[in-house]
């Protein structure tokens, strides 16, 4: 089972590996999809910026039929310095702890992280489900590595984000007016899979809602602060 790297030349040698890697792909069960989604935070002011050792709460959520059925928090420190491409030893564990610490267990999850769009191909979405053994779907607020032109002002507009000829994602417009967001393919799911279960999981916010509740969770959890 793929674990959790300590160092960055470990990281990225585990990325390039799980990069490789042909996992069977996802299929949806013929029921109301268990969606679940997670979300760290940290102190305010240190996204961005963060230094290992920072304070770390996060949270991990199913829905079924637009219901919380189960929900947990987990506190920590994270792992390392906050480095684009490498949030898997700053947020990784705590994630994972979050997700294990639900008494029910998701279809599919939703991650506050990038799959396919980054530089080895393998962000914290899709080392999380690596992990996890469970399929996932990046969504964050812009691309990491891939590139693509902005989908019409329009609900549900969609466009491709790509890495050269390589699709690795889509922009979704999840409300007009507003920034999309990009869906990133990552452990089991492929773009459109990706951009399917997005679309699904979208209610009236622009953030999906698995995402959406546990991101108030961990917030909440913070605002309280709590050590869990």
């Not at 050792?53 to 959520?61: E, I, K, M, R």
């Not at 684009?84 to 999850?109: H, K």
């Amino acid at each position: 089972m793929p674990t959790w790297p300590r160092t960055v030349a470990q990281l990225v040698a585990k990325q390039e590996e799980l990069a490789r890697a042909t996992p069977a792909g996802w299929q949806p069960p013929a029921r109301v999809l268990a969606l679940g989604g997670c979300f760290v935070c940290f102190p305010r002011g240190g996204a961005g910026s963060g230094a290992r050792g920072d304070c770390a709460w996060a949270a991990a959520t199913v829905l079924r039929g637009g219901r919380v059925v189960a929900r947990a928090v987990v506190s920590g420190v994270a792992g390392a310095p906050y480095e684009p491409g490498l949030l898997a030893l700053r947020e990784g564990p705590l994630l994972e702890a979050a997700v294990r610490a639900m008494p029910v267990r998701a279809d599919i999850l939703l991650v506050d992280a990038t799959g396919r769009d980054h530089p080895r191909r393998a962000g914290l979405a899709l080392h999380l489900g690596a992990v996890l053994d469970l399929p996932t779907v990046g969504v964050t607020h812009r691309a990491l590595v891939a590139e693509g032109p902005w989908p019409a002002d329009q609900d549900d507009a969609a466009s491709p984000l790509r890495i050269g000829d390589e699709l690795v994602g889509h922009w979704l417009r999840t409300r007009p007016g507003t920034r999309p967001v990009a869906v990133h393919a990552a452990w089991c799911t492929d773009p459109d899979t990706a951009l399917a279960v997005v679309r699904a999981a979208v209610s009236s916010h622009r953030t999906p809602e698995p995402i959406r509740v546990a991101r108030t969770l961990a917030r909440e959890t913070r605002a309280q602060g709590r050590a869990l």
